[in-house]
């Protein structure tokens, strides 16, 4: 493996999203001393991550980021795209960072104050920029809030002004994204519940929803993995942590669009039963 320059990360039970070649790595916890193994010692306790680090890519190295929130692992993330209004001034462009904001931004029409004028000064336009929402997770207790970041900017904030029923407080849960909505699948909550069910977080209403399953429905599972299939409309659910602490094996497909669930026979040697893998 390369060097890594920077490299002062040793966490687990963190989530992380690719973008413009660069990780970005939120919450996670630690040990509160290292050891040589990355476990906890006699008298350690876990440290939660408040803040979200960054490893650049095309520069091998981690740069120092400030953004922090409540500290938390095992929550989930997935990247959407959302229209904004941007104003350009003569030295930097400002956006607004809020969800609830780019919602009202997004259903009003773009302006430009200075038509057939070069300068950018107090131009405004309506542009679709990456956003990463991040759900949940634990700390000494169970989360159920939702955060909003802009790579960009390198701005965090509360989603506020949200409609509808969230999902109960819960830690690793799998979360993917389709049609620009967040998709969370799974979870153990706060009432020692293992989950099976599924919600979709709208970023145009801002507005939690159940999304029903049906068919072949997979059972309770957390510590799983979800991900898209980029060429069809469907999401493989694989592995995770069950009932009675067992870890699975399975593979499910879902369709997105109609909720239809079935259970996968793949050919080839599948993969052994696992937890916490990505």
Not at 94 to 121: E, I, Q, R, V
Not at 176 to 201: A, E, P, R, T, W
């Amino acid at each position: 493996a390369e060097h890594v320059s920077g490299c002062n990360i040793n966490t687990r039970g963190h989530v992380s999203i690719f973008h413009h070649n660069c990780v970005y790595i939120i919450g996670g916890s630690h040990p509160s001393s290292s050891t040589s193994e990355g476990g906890l010692a006699g008298g350690d306790k876990l440290v939660h991550e408040e803040a979200i680090q960054i490893w650049d890519g095309t520069n091998m190295s981690y740069v120092p980021h400030p953004a922090s929130f409540a500290p938390r692992s095992y929550a989930c993330a997935s990247l959407v795209y959302n229209k904004m209004t941007r104003q350009t001034q003569a030295s930097s462009s400002s956006y607004s960072s809020s969800l609830s904001s780019a919602s009202s931004s997004s259903s009003s029409s773009s302006t430009n104050n200075n038509a057939g004028n070069d300068s950018p000064h107090g131009e405004e336009k309506v542009v679709t920029i990456p956003l990463i929402l991040i759900f949940g997770g634990k700390n000494n207790g169970y989360r159920n809030d939702l955060h909003v970041y802009d790579p960009d900017q390198g701005v965090l904030s509360p989603v506020e002004c949200v409609h509808g029923a969230p999902p109960s407080a819960r830690y690793g849960m799998c979360s993917v994204s389709y049609n620009n909505n967040m998709y969370l699948l799974g979870g153990y909550d706060k009432d020692g519940m293992i989950c099976d069910d599924c919600h979709v977080f709208n970023t145009d209403s801002f507005t939690w929803q159940r999304f029903p399953l049906h068919g072949e429905v997979p059972p309770g599972r957390l510590f799983h993995t979800a991900v898209m299939m980029t060429s069809s409309n469907m999401m493989i659910v694989y592995g995770g942590k069950g009932d009675k602490n067992t870890t699975l094996q399975d593979m499910y497909c879902i369709n997105m669009d109609t909720g239809e669930s079935r259970l996968c026979s793949p050919t080839g040697s599948l993969p052994g039963p696992r937890q916490n893998h990505s």
